[in-house]
């Protein structure tokens, strides 16, 4: 009985996510570089994940010496989270929490994969939240408000 309670716990904590953005989907490793080099980040820069999962992102942008906070619904893909970026404790900080209702931190860049329905929903907040310049990457769903200034294989870059 402790087994499929369990189960439902995990099928729950996953499901529930499509209410507030997207389900997981882990991001490909071509992905995640395209996503990078469109954003062309320096290190010390810092960048905003929202629905950072299972940590994937994050470590390829630790690596490249950038600072990353990341937000995620998710408890369990919050911990593996932790787990994946142990050694860039210094320049990851995973926040356990819906991004929406978060007053997000001041960053050079913001890296999403969110579902289509709510990328309007993503550009009033960035338009509300940021007065200074901002990149924003998105992978697979475009911004329809906002015309991209470049693309590479489903990867999409804004500038706000």
Known sequence: MLFLYAIFAIILTFGMVVFFGAPYLPTLANTKKNALDLLELKPGQTLLELGSGDGRVMVS??????????YELNPLLVL????????????????????????????????????????????KKIRTRYKKPILVVSNSFKITAKKHIKELHGVYLYKY
């Open 80 to 123: 593996i989270s932790i787990y994946q970026t142990r050694k860039y404790r210094s320049q990851v900080k995973i926040i356990w929490g819906n991004f929406w209702t978060k007053n997000w931190p001041e960053c050079d860049a913001i890296y999403i994969f969110l579902l289509d329905r709510y990328m309007n929903k993503l550009d």
């Open 61 to 70: 942008a630790a690596q490249r010496g950038l600072y990353v906070v990341g």
